[in-house]
């Protein structure tokens, strides 16, 4: 009893030890020096009992084999002459890894970051995906059950009934091949089992966090399998929007997956998946933005900035550390272009804003990293589908064919405060007249305000299509191969909007100024060209932000239309040289094509009416394209073709410590595909 006390007391001695160095618990120093003086006695003196314990205890301390597919076959990881890392469901549960950024807790070489828009940057040793582009693929292939996705939820999804996340540490060359020049991180689901199970988890906690769990397994009959399971959490949100009173940056999303399986006989298997993911919140795109002011340069050279002049040298924000006492201000804003602008709107009673005016002026940002003011809560939709088709066939007793056939769909949607600050009253007092009757600005997208307004909405809606083939061999001899090919399609769109009500304010009253038979400003409407005279009318959207006709020149609008056409032959060939030596190598051959449409924005870009000839031609100051709406430009098309591959000599051995020792030494030579540039560089005066 005492010696099984002692080995209890051990394990959690040095449990303590490791977690508090310092501990000056004397309860724990005198168990271990009493477990010290029984462990003295021969070993001989140990009951049968107490020898089954320690057999027992040296069992469930022994690493488990783990299985993996890093080479699209199952082997132990230990046969795998690849830098791998493979934690499976027990294993992130263990770990609370729910999501693909907590992977770099458990996995080396790893980091995440959140990017630009809807993006983000899963790097391996180093190499990432740091471009903001449409057209950028990632150097690290996301991949769901051996299937490459080019769009996918890594950072928002949660992982749940999950066999096994494999990441593949260094360029894949062969059977990966593209966007795999850092690594990959694939994630396989439980399939149906042969036995009738079920499981349900829930957890609870603060911020009335909500998560739960489970699945159904269902055999049907000998040959069949259903699996059912799913995913839900809720919370509230951990920020707190200062200037709207609400909690912002929750959660509300559910994932479900059925897979259905068939295996009529021990030749030919057959396996069906759908997962589904949709979140709906106020997922905060971006954390708070801290400022250390920039108050502008005060001199060039020998010369003194005195005055107004020196915002004209001002960024708004210094570069600084986030643990200055200074990171907490707001930009300085007093030279900010588009409210330099409005000085050139005419009315009857002076400028629209005053120059040199400072919109944040009066504000403060408070210290609290969960408290931020922005006039607009975040808005954060997110859709996924994905489904896929898998055969397996033994053609013989050493050779199988594999099918995989996936379709992928995401849609996403976000919406958040562009400034990220609140801005104080600018706005002159017009009285009864135009455009600020009371101080007060109607923007038809962004409604009445004495202030500053600013919003974005980024968006994408893509499509993948991918199928592979793959011939496998598993010979008793030295010789064996794989080979295969595969073809992927994929179509997105990608628009990212910005509207500000300065940008309207300038259309309707520099632009469209008109005056109406009592001599008092009004705007054009400048709907319909052909009954407007003369040169720049600019179109306004007369929709609200959740109905916008898309057509606008009153806000800004980057929309990117690409699509990717991609096949490959790979293959690898495997010489067991002897029983301890292994060479592998293997080549891919990639053909891409990317084609792109270019669509300029046409911001504050108006066009001009000939009224002797009724033809709508460019605007002659600002030079709009296109009276409404946005051009496409012709398509254009480039394509990269590589080679790539990957030589791999093994050795297995005995050493002191295991008698299960692989040494390799491994060359691998990944690709990703180029990004399609098409500049229009084009010089507009206001």
């Not at 057999?55 to 783990?66: D, G, M, W």
């Not at 630009?116 to 690290?140: C, E, H, L, M, Q």
């Not at 399609?489 to 628009?495: A, I, L, R, S």
């Not at 030494?665 to 206001?686: D, N």
Request: glycine share 8%; charged share 20%; net charge negative.
């Amino acid at each position: 009893m005492m010696m099984s006390l002692c080995k209890q007391e051990k394990l959690i001695a040095r449990a303590i030890r490791t977690t508090n160095p310092v501990n000056n618990n004397t309860l724990w120093y005198s168990v271990a020096i009493a477990c010290l003086i029984m462990t003295s006695t021969p070993l001989t003196a140990l009951s049968q009992d107490e020898q089954n314990d320690e057999k027992s205890i040296r069992t469930r301390q022994a690493i488990e084999e783990v299985t993996v597919t890093a080479q699209k076959i199952e082997q132990s990881i230990q046969d795998v002459p690849i830098a791998v890392s493979a934690l499976s469901g027990d294993n992130m549960d263990a770990l609370k890894i729910e999501r693909g950024e907590e992977l770099l807790r458990a996995v080396p070489n790893v980091n995440f970051s959140k990017s630009n828009f809807s993006s983000y940057n899963f790097s391996i040793r180093g190499v990432g995906t740091k471009a903001v582009s449409a057209a950028s693929d990632p150097a690290v292939a996301v991949s769901f059950n051996n299937a490459p996705l080019i769009r996918n939820r890594l950072f928002e999804q949660e992982f749940f009934d999950v066999q096994r996340v494999e990441v593949l540490r260094g360029p894949q060359g062969t059977l990966y091949g593209r966007n795999a020049t850092a690594g990959v991180v694939n994630m396989l689901p439980i399939m149906p089992e042969g036995e009738f199970e079920s499981e349900i988890k829930a957890e609870i906690g603060s911020f009335n966090s909500k998560r739960t769990s489970g699945m159904f397994n269902l055999p049907i009959g000998e040959t069949m399998g259903l699996r059912l399971s799913g995913a839900l959490t809720k919370r509230d949100g951990f920020d707190y929007n200062l200037h709207t009173g609400n909690d912002v940056n929750d959660r509300d999303l559910y994932s479900t997956r059925v897979i259905f399986e068939w295996e009529p006989n021990e030749s030919f298997s057959a396996n069906l998946i759908w997962q589904h993911f949709e979140e709906d919140d106020k997922r905060s795109r971006t954390g708070k933005q801290l400022c250390t002011k920039d108050p502008g340069l005060s001199k060039i050279g020998d010369t003194e900035l005195i005055g107004p002049a020196q915002v004209f040298f001002s960024q708004g924000c210094l570069p600084g550390s986030v643990y200055s006492d200074n990171a907490y201000d707001v930009p300085n804003a007093r030279g900010f272009a588009n409210i330099l602008a409005t000085g050139l709107i005419f009315t009857d009673y002076g400028p629209v804003i005053d120059w040199y005016t400072d919109p944040y002026a009066n504000a403060s940002q408070s210290r609290d990293l969960r408290e931020i003011e922005t006039s607009y809560d975040p808005v954060f939709r997110a859709e996924n589908d994905i489904v896929q088709l898998n055969f397996e066939w033994a053609l013989g007793d050493s050779l199988t064919f594999y099918s995989q056939s996936t379709y992928a769909k995401d849609d996403y949607y976000s919406s958040q405060d562009y400034n990220r600050y609140v801005s104080g009253p600018v706005f002159n007092d017009g009285g009864d007249l135009n455009p600020t009757p009371g101080g007060i600005y109607t923007d038809p997208q962004l409604g009445p305000s004495d202030g500053i307004l600013a919003v974005d909405i980024s968006r994408s809606d893509n499509k993948q299509w991918s199928q592979e083939f793959r011939l496998q061999t598993s010979f008793d001899g030295p010789w064996n191969f794989s080979v295969g090919t595969n073809y992927l399609d994929f179509k997105t769109q990608d628009d990212y909007f910005i509207f500000n009500n300065i940008f309207s304010m300038l259309a309707e009253y520099l632009y469209n100024l008109d005056r109406d038979e009592n001599n008092n400003l009004i705007t054009q409407n400048c709907t319909d060209p052909a009954g407007n005279v003369g040169s720049d009318c600019i179109y306004v959207d007369p929709n609200s932000l959740e109905n916008i006709d898309e057509e606008g020149h009153n806000y800004f609008l980057s929309r990117n239309l690409l699509e990717t056409r991609s096949w490959a032959l790979f293959g690898e060939a495997y010489w067991q040289i002897n029983d301890d030596v292994k060479l592998t190598t293997g080549l891919r051959y990639t053909d891409d094509r990317k084609r792109s449409t270019p669509i300029p924005s046409q911001l504050l870009l108006g066009t001009f009416y000939n009224i002797d000839t009724g033809e709508i031609g460019s605007g002659e100051t600002s030079g709009g394209l296109i009276h409404r709406g946005y051009p496409e430009g012709s398509q254009f098309t480039l394509g990269w073709q590589e080679y790539t591959g990957r030589a791999v000599l093994d050795w297995r051995t005995e050493t002191p410590f295991t008698d299960d020792t692989m040494l390799y030494i491994s060359f691998a030579h990944g690709y990703k595909g180029g990004v399609p540039i098409h500049l229009v560089l084009k010089l507009i005066q206001l």
